[in-house]
C-alpha cells in the first residue's frame, strides 16, 4: 500500500500542474481576442507622401478658388455608397479633391464612431477610388448595411498643418464577404 501512495501524489501534483496550465492559457486566450484595437488617429502635420491608390481626376479645373488671404477654400467630389469586401479588406468608393481646392485633404471612412478606414494625403486634383480597412477591422464587421460617414480633414499646402475645420459627410455602407 505504500508503493501507491507516492504514485497517488504524482498523479495528484500532475493534475493540479495540467489544470492550471490550461487555466493560464485560457486567461491568454481570452487576453488575446478582447483587447482593443488601437485608435486610429488622425495626423496634426500633412504626411509627406500622397495616398498610394492617388490618382489624377482629370476634372478640367483650371486654376484654384480665389479666398481672402489667410484662408482656404476646398472643393469635394464623392459618392455616398460604399462597398466593402471583407475577403480583399478594401473599400471601394470615390473621394476626389478637385484641382481648384487649395487644401490638401485626408478622409476618413467612420462607422459607429470608429475609423474602419483612413486614407493618406490627396492633393488637389487627385481622387481615390479604394480604402484599405483599419488591420483587424474586419473582424468587428458583418455582411449588411451601415450607416456611416466621411470624415474629411484639411491641410495647409504650404505648412502641412491640419485645419481647424473638418466636414462630415453622412454615407451608406454595404458590407459583403
Given at each position: 500500500?505504500?508503493?501507491?501512495?507516492?504514485?497517488?501524489?504524482?498523479?495528484?501534483?500532475?493534475?493540479?500542474?495540467?489544470?492550471?496550465?490550461?487555466?493560464?492559457?485560457?486567461?491568454?486566450?481570452f487576453?488575446?481576442?478582447?483587447?482593443?484595437?488601437?485608435?486610429?488617429?488622425?495626423?496634426?502635420?500633412?504626411?509627406?507622401k500622397?495616398?498610394?491608390?492617388?490618382?489624377?481626376?482629370?476634372?478640367?479645373?483650371?486654376?484654384t478658388?480665389?479666398?481672402?488671404?489667410?484662408?482656404?477654400?476646398?472643393?469635394?467630389?464623392?459618392?455616398?455608397?460604399?462597398?466593402?469586401?471583407?475577403?480583399?479588406?478594401?473599400?471601394?468608393?470615390?473621394?476626389?479633391?478637385?484641382?481648384?481646392?487649395?487644401?490638401d485633404?485626408?478622409?476618413?471612412?467612420?462607422?459607429?464612431?470608429?475609423?474602419?478606414?483612413?486614407?493618406?494625403?490627396?492633393?488637389?486634383?487627385?481622387?481615390?477610388?479604394?480604402?484599405?480597412?483599419?488591420?483587424?477591422?474586419?473582424?468587428?464587421?458583418?455582411?449588411?448595411?451601415?450607416?456611416?460617414?466621411?470624415?474629411?480633414?484639411?491641410?495647409?499646402?504650404?505648412?502641412?498643418?491640419?485645419?481647424?475645420?473638418?466636414?462630415?459627410?453622412?454615407?451608406?455602407?454595404?458590407?459583403?464577404?
Open positions: 500500500m505504500e508503493n501507491k501512495t507516492p504514485q497517488m501524489q504524482n498523479r495528484i501534483i500532475i493534475s493540479v500542474l495540467v489544470a492550471v496550465i490550461v487555466f493560464l492559457l485560457c486567461i491568454c486566450a487576453l488575446f481576442l478582447t483587447r482593443e484595437e488601437a485608435p486610429v488617429l488622425s495626423p496634426d502635420i500633412a504626411p509627406s500622397t495616398d498610394k491608390y492617388a490618382e489624377p481626376m482629370n476634372d478640367g479645373s483650371q486654376g478658388m480665389e479666398t481672402p488671404e489667410g484662408g482656404g477654400a476646398a472643393s469635394l467630389a464623392y459618392t455616398k455608397n460604399i462597398a466593402i469586401d471583407l475577403s480583399t479588406e478594401k473599400a471601394r468608393m470615390m473621394f476626389g479633391n478637385p484641382s481648384k481646392s487649395n487644401q485633404i485626408i478622409v476618413q471612412l467612420i462607422v459607429q464612431d470608429t475609423v474602419i478606414a483612413q486614407s493618406g494625403l490627396i492633393n488637389p486634383g487627385n481622387k481615390v477610388t479604394t480604402l484599405d480597412l483599419v488591420p483587424k477591422i474586419k473582424h468587428s464587421l458583418s455582411e449588411g448595411t451601415y450607416i456611416g460617414k466621411y470624415l474629411v480633414l484639411f491641410y495647409d499646402r504650404e505648412t502641412g498643418e491640419k485645419e481647424i475645420v473638418t466636414t462630415e459627410i453622412a454615407v451608406n455602407i454595404t458590407v459583403h464577404e
